[in-house]
């Protein structure tokens, strides 16, 4: 899994949280658990494959809110059922 988050400027309430995330999954079907935070000022998603970061900063930017960059890293997922 890949863990995607984007810095976003311009989310002022829960309304803005939610346009931000629907955007996220307009822009990528694939995506899962996708949160927006207006306190963090960020978003995050998982996904299994690598994503088009600057079709990703177009569909948060057409939406009124600035995406201000986007990183993505190997995600593990933690618990108290881990194997390894």
Known sequence: MIKTTLKIEGMMCGMCEAHVADAIRKAVPSAKKVSASRGRREATFLTEEPVDT????????A??????????????????????
């Open 54 to 61: 600057d079709a990703l900063k177009a569909a948060i930017d």
């Open 63 to 84: 939406t009124g809110y600035t995406c201000l960059g986007a990183e993505s890293s190997p995600y593990e997922k933690k618990g108290w059922f881990k194997r390894g």
